[in-house]
T-cell receptor, first 115, second 109 residues
Framework: DSGVTQTPKHLITATGQRVTLRCSPR?????VYWYQQSLDQGLQFLIQYYNGEERAKGNILERFSAQQFPDLHSELNLSSLELGDSALYFC??????????????FGQGTRLTVV | GQSLEQPSEVTAVEGAIVQINCTYQ??????LSWYQQHDGGAPTFLSYNALDGLEETGRFSSFLSRSDSYGYLLLQELQMKDSASYFC??????????WGAGTKLIIKP
């Protein structure tokens, strides 16, 4: 158990809909990362938050948004869903946003299926 | 742009040794990490190299050459359970983890 909790584990929804994925980082970790992984593909970095503030942005579509709350949990919002958005979405957390700790702990992911 | 290159697939025999290479081009460099991911599972941390040289952890070792922007993961005494995808990742000067596309390791009996 990595200590990172993601909900829900599975999600099936129709095209055009909107969903929210939730992530609770490890206790004490200030930094949260979101990744998208399509079938047999690598990890695509979406966005990083550190202590409530957006820290870095990757290949995140405008239809997607995220935020980190004061209790440090984070939500990833996906709207106007398309079939191509079907993927595993991972959340990871690290102790700090700085280089002192590089080990990222991953949640078990949310498998999103858009039909 | 920033990129990490690693082979897409490597095949080896149970009990053998395999090396997975990673070359990188990033804006700054703090260290190279390796992660293992089994099908359908989450990536798990294996190792981190900040300095040149070889780091050994049991059957797994990781090497870094900063001057060559190159590193590798060495897996010895391969077991069937080592069948997985292996990702290298670089921590750049903005403290971002930049990921390789992953290497699928196939182990044959």
């Amino acid at each position: 158990d990595s200590g990172v909790t993601q909900t829900p584990k599975h999600l099936i929804t129709a095209t055009g809909q909107r969903v929210t994925l939730r992530c609770s980082p490890r206790s004490g970790d200030l930094s949260v990362y979101w990744y998208q992984q399509s079938l047999d593909q690598g990890l695509q970095f979406l966005i990083q938050y550190y202590n409530g503030e957006e820290r870095a942005k990757g290949n995140i579509l405008e239809r997607f948004s995220a935020q980190q709350f004061p209790d440090l949990h984070s939500e990833l919002n996906l709207s106007s869903l398309e079939l191509g958005d079907s993927a595993l979405y991972f959340c990871a957390s690290t102790r700090t946003g700085e280089g002192s700790n590089t080990e990222a702990f991953f949640g078990q992911g949310t498998r999103l299926t858009v039909v | 742009g920033q990129s990490l290159e690693q082979p897409s697939e490597v095949t080896a025999v149970e009990g053998a040794i395999v090396q997975i290479n990673c070359t990188y081009q990033t804006s700054g460099f703090y260290g190279l990490s390796w992660y293992q991911q089994h099908d359908g599972g989450a990536p798990t941390f294996l190792s981190y190299n900040a300095l040149d040289g070889l780091e050994e952890t049991g059957r797994f070792s990781s090497f870094l050459s900063r001057s060559d922007s190159y590193g590798y993961l060495l897996l010895q005494e391969l077991q069937m359970k080592d069948s997985a995808s292996y990702f290298c990742a670089v921590l750049n000067s903005n403290y971002q983890l930049i990921w390789g596309a992953g290497t699928k390791l196939i182990i044959k009996p």
